[in-house]
C-alpha cells in the first residue's frame, strides 16, 4: 500500500484552542485521524508528523524520500517565509500538495504569498479540516494517475 505523509508546521498542534473561529474546533489529532480513515479507504497509509520547527520539517521531506509516495503539507506560517522549506520541497522530489485550513487569499496581505506554491503540485485553501480530506483525495487520484 503506497505510504504517504501529512505534514504540519508551526502552531498548528494547538488546533481545536487557536483562534477557533478561523481554525476551527476540531484537534490535530482529530483532524489527523480523519485523513488517515479516508486515505485507508482510498488505498494509502497515512503517516502523521507535525513541528514547530522548520528544520525538523526540512528533515521529515528529506527523510520522507525513503518511504513516502507523497505528502500533504501545511506550512503554517513557514509558507510565507522559508525558502529553506520550498528549497527542500524541490530537493525531495516527491509531489507535494500545499494544504491550508482557512483561505491564506482572504487574510492579511503578508498571507497572499505562498513561498512554497510554485513547487507543489497544487493548493488547497479554506475548506477547515475538510481542506486535509480534499488533500487525501487529491492525493489518491494523483497517485493513481502516475500509475496508468
Ligand atoms: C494556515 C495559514 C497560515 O497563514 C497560518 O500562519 C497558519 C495556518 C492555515 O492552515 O490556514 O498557521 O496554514
Not at 490535530?28 to 482510498?42: K, M, P, Y
Not at 509558507?79 to 509531489?95: G, K, M
Request: hydrophobic share 50%; charged share 15%; glycine share 6%.
Amino acid at each position: 500500500m503506497p505510504k504517504i505523509l501529512l505534514l504540519n508546521g508551526p502552531n498548528l498542534n494547538l488546533l481545536g484552542e487557536r483562534e477557533p473561529a478561523i481554525y476551527g474546533t476540531a484537534t490535530l489529532e482529530q483532524v489527523a485521524a480523519r485523513a488517515a480513515t479516508l486515505a485507508q479507504s482510498l488505498g494509502l497509509e497515512l503517516r502523521h508528523l507535525q513541528s514547530n520547527h522548520e528544520g525538523a520539517l526540512i528533515d521529515a521531506l528529506h527523510d520522507a524520500r525513503a518511504w513516502a509516495s507523497g505528502v500533504i503539507l501545511n506550512a503554517g506560517a513557514y509558507t510565507h517565509t522559508s525558502i529553506a522549506l520550498r528549497d527542500a520541497i524541490q530537493a525531495v522530489q516527491l509531489p507535494v500538495i500545499e494544504v491550508h485550513l482557512s483561505n491564506i487569499h482572504a487574510r492579511e496581505p503578508f498571507r497572499h504569498t505562498s513561498l512554497i506554491a510554485p513547487v507543489c503540485v497544487g493548493q488547497i485553501t479554506g475548506f477547515g479540516a475538510e481542506s486535509y480530506l480534499l488533500a487525501v483525495q487529491a492525493m489518491a487520484f494523483l497517485l493513481q494517475r502516475q500509475q496508468v
